[in-house]
């Protein structure tokens, strides 16, 4: 079984470890999420309702509102995707709008997940679920939630409604040394004190990488005397391992895609679905629950919920 993982964000500052610390990151992070989430799903309605005779009032039910008027999971999913067609078939959207509302839409989504995310731990955590649900059957009802097959065939849930109750995630472990930037060395083996500064003469590697600074591209000339802040300098950073965990470290460090084993497609939908666009219906449908981290090896490649879109 084979899935698509981020395993760690870069460019930004990994969240604290634990304590106090990392719960003020995760409110702080997870209720902005939860807030732009809002704003962009709203842009998105008013994008697909800006020729809409009653604007907003045109819009088929929410998905909270479907599950409060129906039990039976697959009288839901069809009622919903025929509201979706009947509200397309009553407002004729122009493309322009449409695809901006889809490209909104989808952000939106991402974000509210990236919110239930960080929030996970948290009484807001309701909030954001909701939220997630309410915005992916928007996306699957309005826009549609598709699995495409890969060149080799195979098939992938990249649903992230059906990938967001998959509750675990990865943290890495990454090793690298520690060296000192003024003279290269161990850190815990040179003479240098660190934030103290002293005075050295530049060089330059065989690659061109300037010893003063580390990079390719400077001011600094080999031979002339510069003063050096002697600071810790990571090198070499090699990754060793990846952990599945139930609170990664990196809390949007999660699944991207997960591989559908084609038999188990061939046993859902009593055919082979070859080459054909399938539709996901995960997003449409009443919650299923959560999958903790303990049961991850049995459902990695659960194909159910598909079906061929006609
Ligand atoms: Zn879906
Ligand atoms: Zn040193
Ligand atoms: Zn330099
Ligand atoms: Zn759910």
């Given at each position: 079984?084979?899935?698509?993982?981020?395993?760690?964000?870069?460019?930004?500052?990994?969240?604290?470890?634990?304590?106090?610390?990392?719960?003020?990151?995760?409110?702080?992070?997870?209720?902005?999420?939860?807030?732009?989430?809002?704003?962009?799903?709203?842009?998105?309605?008013?994008?697909?309702?800006?020729?809409?005779?009653?604007?907003?009032?045109?819009?088929?039910?929410?998905?909270?509102?479907?599950?409060?008027?129906?039990?039976?999971?697959?009288?839901?999913?069809?009622?919903?995707?025929?509201?979706?067609?009947?509200?397309?078939?009553?407002?004729?959207?122009?493309?322009?709008?449409?695809?901006?509302?889809?490209?909104?839409?989808?952000?939106?989504?991402?974000?509210?997940?990236?919110?239930?995310?960080?929030?996970?731990?948290?009484?807001?955590?309701?909030?954001?679920?909701?939220?997630?649900?309410?915005?992916?059957?928007?996306?699957?009802?309005?826009?549609?939630?598709?699995?495409?097959?890969?060149?080799?065939?195979?098939?992938?849930?990249?649903?992230?409604?059906?990938?967001?109750?998959?509750?675990?995630?990865?943290?890495?472990?990454?090793?690298?040394?520690?060296?000192?930037?003024?003279?290269?060395?161990?850190?815990?083996?040179?003479?240098?004190?660190?934030?103290?500064?002293?005075?050295?003469?530049?060089?330059?590697?065989?690659?061109?990488?300037?010893?003063?600074?580390?990079?390719?591209?400077?001011?600094?000339?080999?031979?002339?005397?510069?003063?050096?802040?002697?600071?810790?300098?990571?090198?070499?950073?090699?990754?060793?391992?990846?952990?599945v965990t139930p609170r990664p470290r990196d809390p949007l460090a999660r699944l991207d895609a997960v591989e559908i084993a084609t038999s188990s497609l061939i046993e859902t939908l009593g055919q082979d679905p070859a080459g054909k666009k399938l539709r996901c219906t995960c997003c449409l449908e009443p919650c299923p629950g959560f999958i903790e981290t303990s049961s991850i090896i049995e459902r990695l490649g659960d194909g159910a919920n598909k079906r061929v879109d006609s």
């Amino acid at each position: 079984m084979r899935f698509h993982a981020r395993i760690l964000t870069t460019g930004v500052p990994l969240p604290p470890a634990g304590g106090e610390l990392r719960r003020l990151y995760l409110f702080q992070e997870g209720t902005s999420a939860l807030k732009r989430a809002r704003k962009l799903y709203g842009q998105s309605l008013r994008a697909i309702t800006v020729r809409a005779d009653r604007g907003l009032l045109d819009l088929p039910p929410t998905y909270i509102e479907f599950l409060s008027r129906s039990s039976a999971s697959q009288t839901i999913v069809e009622r919903l995707l025929f509201s979706y067609r009947d509200f397309q078939d009553k407002v004729l959207v122009q493309d322009d709008d449409r695809n901006l509302a889809e490209r909104l839409a989808r952000q939106a989504l991402d974000v509210s997940i990236s919110a239930f995310n960080f929030l996970e731990d948290d009484i807001l955590s309701m909030a954001a679920h909701d939220l997630f649900h309410e915005i992916g059957a928007y996306v699957g009802g309005m826009f549609g939630c598709e699995l495409e097959a890969d060149k080799e065939g195979v098939y992938w849930n990249r649903c992230a409604v059906s990938l967001a109750h998959r509750r675990y995630g990865f943290s890495v472990g990454m090793s690298h040394d520690v060296l000192c930037s003024v003279c290269h060395e161990d850190i815990d083996d040179c003479k240098h004190f660190l934030g103290r500064t002293y005075p050295t003469e530049v060089t330059k590697t065989v690659e061109g990488k300037c010893g003063a600074c580390g990079r390719i591209e400077c001011a600094h000339e080999t031979g002339s005397i510069v003063e050096i802040y002697s600071q810790p300098v990571l090198s070499g950073p090699a990754l060793r391992e990846v952990t599945v965990t139930p609170r990664p470290r990196d809390p949007l460090a999660r699944l991207d895609a997960v591989e559908i084993a084609t038999s188990s497609l061939i046993e859902t939908l009593g055919q082979d679905p070859a080459g054909k666009k399938l539709r996901c219906t995960c997003c449409l449908e009443p919650c299923p629950g959560f999958i903790e981290t303990s049961s991850i090896i049995e459902r990695l490649g659960d194909g159910a919920n598909k079906r061929v879109d006609s």
